[in-house]
């Protein structure tokens, strides 16, 4: 029994010669799942099982039942269904063992002794965090972020998430899109650091890149390598794939031929880095997540459509709010201070204002700050609970 999770399913005046039960366990292998009577009802014994089969077995044999019995099966399907807590292995979920260390043993006391984000260990940061002042919050500001940011004091920003010009060619309003690569990235660096110093301690900072391949220029190693060096936590990677095949056969390279092939991207970059802690500290009761938001979310490919709205706002780069969503409500919590110090048309603040954080969005277009003003103001705060 040990290898299993009972299930206890409690019906009154049970046929244990039911036909319909028995043939819906015959389905399955007594390794997976099996049931025992008891005297209040039976108990299903659960190891491992491909349940959207499972589910559908029973509602057709529901179906085709007497009340009594459907009753039963419903019950039996209710239950299980209601299990959260699970593994994943091909179509089945595993209820068993999925969460037991497999391949390493003693991993902890083993991550103990390499040292965990070694590279970050010897920071300076200061763990005291500050209010900023209110005359910047819930602000979109106009200018270069790097002169603003040196208004704020540090340790004032709980989570920051971003897109900085790709330096492809774009046309933007008022920034020229496509220099030299030295005087992109040391413009980029200087306000970086300046992001990094009013991050909070236990702060986060999500950048979405996109590198230019045709450059071969790599710019998600080339920002992560500048966070890794100013002591920040690397936390993860996320792959946003567009899944845009608009492109996919405009160039080829070397055709055919292993001379110099060209490969093709249909993805984006973010990457995620923390300031002195992976813990960002807040009321759980201000996490807004859902459990299979959660679930879903924490694998680091999400399927999301670019924004096609890019005409109706003039900006020739934004990224959709449903990416803003998935980052606002996986890094921070309700009443959390968001910066986008590269706020275009203002897509994060926007949504930080519907998801009920408060927003300092900065660009140095008047002409896309008074769009992200806009969409504020058309921006209702979302009430509806979870």
């Not at 790709?166 to 030295?182: M, S, T």
Request: proline share 4%.
């Amino acid at each position: 029994m040990d290898n299993y999770i009972p299930v206890k399913i409690y019906v009154n005046n049970i046929k244990r010669d039911d036909a319909t039960l028995h043939r819906l366990f015959f389905l399955y292998p007594k390794e997976d799942i099996y049931f025992e009577f008891t005297n209040d009802g039976l108990v299903v014994y659960l190891r491992e099982l491909d349940f959207f089969n499972f589910k559908r077995n029973i509602q057709l044999l529901a179906k085709n039942s007497n009340v009594d019995t459907a009753k039963l099966l419903n019950s039996i399907l209710y239950n299980i269904e209601k299990i959260k807590s699970y593994g994943l292995k091909g179509r089945k979920r595993l209820y068993v063992g999925y969460d037991k260390e497999r391949k390493v043993k003693n991993r902890i006391e083993k991550e103990r002794i390499r040292g965990t984000y070694y590279y970050a260990k010897d920071n300076t940061f200061s763990r005291q965090n500050n209010k900023i002042p209110e005359q910047f919050v819930n602000k979109i500001i106009t200018g270069d972020s790097e002169e603003i940011l040196k208004q704020f004091p540090e340790n004032c920003i709980d989570l920051i998430f971003t897109s900085p010009p790709y330096n492809f060619g774009l046309e933007y309003d008022n920034h020229k899109d496509g220099i030299d690569w030295n005087k992109y990235f040391n413009k980029l660096f200087v306000i970086f650091k300046e992001c990094i110093r009013v991050l909070k301690y236990g702060g986060r900072i999500v950048v979405n890149v996109q590198p230019l391949f045709s450059d071969y220029i790599p710019i998600h190693h080339i920002l992560s390598d500048f966070f890794i060096k100013n002591k920040l936590i690397w936390k993860g990677e996320i792959l946003w794939d567009k899944h845009n095949y608009n492109c996919k056969y405009t160039a080829w390279g070397s055709w055919k031929s292993p001379s110099n092939p060209y490969l093709k991207y249909t993805w984006e970059f973010l990457e995620i880095f923390c300031k002195g802690d992976l813990k960002h500290t807040g009321n759980w009761k201000m996490a807004d997540i859902t459990g299979d938001e959660f679930k879903k979310w924490v694998y680091a490919r999400w399927d999301i459509p670019p924004e096609y709205n890019m005409k109706k706002y003039g900006h020739p780069a934004m990224f959709p709010e449903p990416l803003t969503e998935r980052v606002l409500k996986l890094f921070s919590f309700k009443g959390d201070l968001i910066l986008d110090p590269f706020n275009g048309v203002g897509t994060t603040t926007a949504v930080a204002k519907r998801l009920s954080r408060n927003y300092i969005g900065i660009d140095i277009s008047d002409e896309y700050c008074k769009k992200a003003e806009d969409r504020i103001r058309n921006t209702q705060v979302n009430t509806s609970l979870f």
